[in-house]
């Protein structure tokens, strides 16, 4: 299962555009890239998911380069409301054997007035 | 449509006791999973099941006991409770059998044993 590696924790103001990269090495060519939002005393959320390229939705915008060994999560015009901790999961596809979802330590971002 | 439901969201265990937490969920999802969160960390996966009647353990599955006799519940059971197991453990279910697909995550059940 591909280890995922982010920033600790990340610092912007609101109405930036905020970027966090996580880094996947050893991605496998069926391993698809998740990301999922978790506010304090809640479970994590869904947010978006690729393959490769640019996957765009309501919430954020999702950037894989070509060697798929990282992936950047783009979140436009911040507020207070998005600080939250981000974790990027890789996993496997189509019944694999290791079908786990499987999360690090995820980035902590703060969101400052 | 309630989701993915808890029960309890909160215990109070003494060591040596034992007790179940139930999770339910209406989505007819196949793939459900047992995390437990500590302070300022990460999830960490107990154990997970692919559908009913199926169990495997996670990243940490020592001291906790699953089942799965039906495809909406995912039991996961402490034999003996020790403070080391205090934390929030969080159940999701996910549809699809691909990793990373979309799960859906419960409240939590925030635990403490004395």
């Known amino acids: 299962l591909a280890k995922t590696t982010q920033p600790i924790s990340m610092d912007s103001y609101e109405g930036q555009e905020v970027n966090i990269t996580c880094s996947h090495n050893n991605i496998a060519t069926n391993d698809y890239i998740t990301w999922y939002q978790q506010f304090p005393s809640q479970g994590p959320r869904f947010i978006i998911q690729g393959y490769k390229t640019k996957v765009t939705n309501e919430v954020a915008s999702l950037f894989i380069p070509a060697d798929r060994k990282s992936s950047t999560l783009s979140l436009p015009r911040v507020s207070l409301s998005d600080t939250a901790v981000y974790y990027c999961?890789?996993?496997?596809?189509?019944?694999?054997?290791?079908?786990?979802?499987?999360f690090g330590t995820g980035t902590l971002l703060a969101v400052q007035p | 449509n309630a989701g993915v439901t808890q029960t309890p969201k909160f215990r109070v265990l003494k060591t040596g006791q034992s007790m179940t937490l139930l999770c339910a969920q209406d989505?007819?999802?196949?793939?459900m999973y047992w995390y437990r969160q500590d302070p300022g960390m990460g999830l960490r996966l107990i154990h997970y099941s692919v559908g009913e009647g199926t169990t495997a353990k996670g990243e940490v599955p020592d001291g906790y006991n699953v089942s799965r006799l039906k495809k909406q519940n995912f039991l996961l059971g402490l034999e003996s409770a020790a403070p080391s197991q205090t934390s929030v453990y969080f159940c999701?279910?996910?549809?699809?059998?691909?990793?990373?697909?979309?799960?859906?995550f419960g409240q939590g059940t925030r635990l403490t044993v004395v």
């Open positions: 989505m007819n999802h196949e793939y």
């Open positions: 999701a279910s996910s549809l699809y059998p691909r990793g990373g697909a979309e799960a859906f």
């Open positions: 999961l890789v996993g496997d596809g189509y019944g694999g054997a290791t079908n786990k979802l499987i």
